[in-house]
């Protein structure tokens, strides 16, 4: 059974418990984080914990925790739960005050909620799936305005991804305006000749640790970057196409709505930032 945290203590999962009046679970008034563990270390925690911070001032939510303790919290939730490979997931809602209401709660009588847990998963870098490829569907982008925010209101995501296996696909891609924003769960690359494409960012899309990082060791890499939005022709067309998130690191995308992408086989500029992205995130990590 794992050990979770919930608002200062550490205990059994069965026995964490959160008020039926909590905003999260009313009204979606939340933001989370998950940051990845591999070799049983944080990878970007710096990074995780800075849109985190984010995500809490633009929704003028107070933030309940320091950044050392975070920092403690994750390292002890690792520690007892033994992960090697896997995941933190961390969650902040505005707390549970007395009532439902519209209204924002007082923040010196309601109290944030804070939560968080572990996901084991061994195998998580070294992915069958990152050899394979996975392929996705294109769908429209029915998400409210502020994506850039990590709140918890995830159902448009989930559905999606719930299309996506009717489809026998692993993911969708969302579209507004004929362009592509993003995966559900992920940001969104193409690749013509030795050009990485990747959506700018903008209110229209999480602003991704992952995505920051591979951009970063690319243009260290000599690599040409476009920050720029493309079509689902244009991806179709590529030569490459991959993912970016925090559990899926550098994901190749091999098919799009059923037309392969490039020789519909993992390209080797996704293969070449997975490893770099490994390399450097396990040198870095805390
Ligand atoms: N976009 C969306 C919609 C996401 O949910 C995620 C993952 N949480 C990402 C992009 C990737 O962000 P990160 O690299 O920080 O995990």
């Known amino acids: 059974m794992r050990t979770v945290y919930v608002n200062g203590d550490y205990l059994p999962e069965n026995e964490a418990k959160v008020s039926i009046f909590d905003r999260g679970f009313l009204m979606a008034d ?3 984080e998950v940051t990845s563990v591999l070799d049983g270390k944080l990878i ?3 990074g995780h914990a800075k849109r985190l911070e984010r995500s809490l001032r633009e929704l003028d ?37 007395d009532d439902r209401d519209f209204v ?44 850039d925010i990590k ?19 692993d993911d969708a891609w969302m579209v507004e305006d004929g362009h592509v924003t993003e995966g559900t769960s992920n940001n969104a690359y193409i690749v013509k000749g030795s050009t990485i494409i990747t959506r700018h960012l903008g209110n229209e899309i999480l602003h991704g640790i992952t995505r920051a990082a591979v951009l970063r060791f690319a243009r260290e890499a000599q690599m040409q970057v476009e ?16 993912i970016t998130s925090a559990s899926t690191f ?12 490039g020789k519909g086989t993992p390209g080797s500029v996704a293969a070449r930032l997975r490893e770099i992205y490994l390399d450097e995130s396990r040198k870095a990590a805390v």
């Open 104 to 147: 924002f709660p007082d923040p010196e009588t309601t109290k944030p909620t804070v939560v968080l847990f572990t996901q084991n998963k061994p195998g998580l870098a070294d992915s069958p799936a990152a050899r394979k490829g996975i392929k996705v569907i294109s769908i429209e982008d029915q998400r409210w305005a502020r994506r």
């Open 151 to 169: 709140t918890v209101q995830l159902l448009f995501p989930s559905m999606g991804k719930m299309m996506a296996k009717a489809a026998g696909a």
């Open 30 to 32: 939340g933001v989370y």
């Open 44 to 46: 970007d925690f710096a």
């Open 227 to 242: 920050e720029r939005s493309f079509t689902i022709a244009e991806a179709q067309a590529a030569d490459e196409a991959f």
């Open 61 to 97: 939510m107070p933030h309940p925790v320091v950044l050392p303790d975070l920092l403690d919290i994750h390292r002890e939730l690792v520690r007892l739960n033994e992960i090697n490979e896997g995941m933190i997931y961390l969650q902040i809602t505005r707390g549970a005050p």
């Open 250 to 261: 550098v994901m190749p995308v091999v098919e799009i709505d059923g037309a392969p992408v």
